[in-house]
């Protein structure tokens, strides 16, 4: 609790070894929240049922054992804009008890994992946001952890350093690394993630696989409905029979079914440019089961 607000509330899940597992939801959901508890950097409220167990340690006690093997990428990279890229790295290669020799060798695996090898003795403020943001990935991986914690790892980010971050995590995961990642990305969740939480107000929604999630809880196939077209639609509800569910949201109207055909054949009559068919996503599975998008304020 922050004063009388829940910012997480009886939440209850498992993270199994070598797993990318996703907590998705808006912001304000309690993602952020429920990683600083995970990290120790927050307290949980007195409550008799509480349990943590991060690896066999109770991060409420054992803070600095959880730190050892764990790294942790937090939502601002908070580099030093003044010190080149091998400068930031050996400063916190310290804290992991790397000598010289070992850091510098360390830092050249990483930097050359996460591409960035070129970039060695470039000072931070001459990098792109996206170089940025994997220096800081590198930064959490020079301790070699066991466990990796990424809060909104590639928020703001373009669409091509988007992808190279995936594909990053999904080697370092191959390689037996724990993931566990916050977002608010539904194609983030849905490329990486083996399971997923949705939160929404601090609580637990939904958990499982997203493609289980997906098929368990939506029809197949949305079709988005835009302008005048979905304004007449809306004063005109179609049928049960019709096979489509409808939900409004915003200034869309979402036609959902198990067949595209459907969709299509009611496509026929509206005008070009007034709508889109698409498969089914996490956005709307969390507009199901919410009531609002991901993107809405709570």
């Given at each position: ?34 990683l ?9 409220s ?42 930031n ?8 008890g ?6 510098r ?13 070129e ?29 990796l ?17 995936w ?9 037996g ?5 916050t ?24 958990e ?33 029979t ?31 440019g ?9 956005e ?14 709570q």
């Amino acid at each position: 609790n922050y004063g009388p607000v829940k910012a997480v509330d009886s939440l209850d899940f498992q993270v199994y070894r070598a797993e990318c597992f996703g907590l998705l939801g808006p912001n304000g959901a309690g993602k952020t929240t429920t990683l600083k508890i995970l990290c120790g950097k927050a307290e949980p409220s007195p409550h008799p049922d509480t349990r943590i167990d991060v690896f066999g340690f109770d991060p409420t006690r054992d803070e600095l054992a959880i730190k050892a093997f764990s790294g942790i990428v937090p939502q601002e990279d908070a580099l030093d804009t003044e010190l080149h890229v091998t400068d930031n790295l050996l400063i916190y290669a310290r804290f992991y008890g790397l000598d010289l020799r070992a850091a510098r060798a360390r830092i050249g695996e990483l930097l050359d994992f996460m591409e960035l090898q070129e970039k060695a003795r470039v000072k931070i403020k001459e990098l792109s946001g996206g170089m940025q943001r994997r220096l800081t990935i590198a930064r959490a991986l020079l301790g070699n952890p066991r466990l990796l914690i990424l809060d909104e790892p590639t928020t703001g980010l373009d669409p091509q350093v988007r992808h190279l971050i995936w594909n990053k995590l999904r080697e370092l995961q191959k390689m037996g690394v724990t993931i566990l990642v916050t977002t608010h990305y539904m194609e983030e969740a849905f490329q990486i993630c083996d399971r997923i939480i949705i939160m929404d107000q601090g609580r637990k929604i939904l958990e499982g696989p997203p493609h289980q999630l997906l098929a368990a809880n939506l029809e197949a196939f949305v079709m988005e409905v835009y302008g005048p077209t979905r304004d007449r639609l809306l004063a005109s509800p179609l049928p049960e029979t019709a096979g489509i569910r409808q939900e409004a949201s915003q200034d869309i109207l979402l036609l959902y079914s198990q067949e595209a055909e459907r969709l299509s054949r009611l496509a026929e009559g509206l005008e070009k440019g007034d709508f889109y068919i698409r498969q089914v996503n996490l956005e709307d599975l969390f507009l199901k089961v919410t009531g609002r998008g991901l993107n809405e304020r709570q």
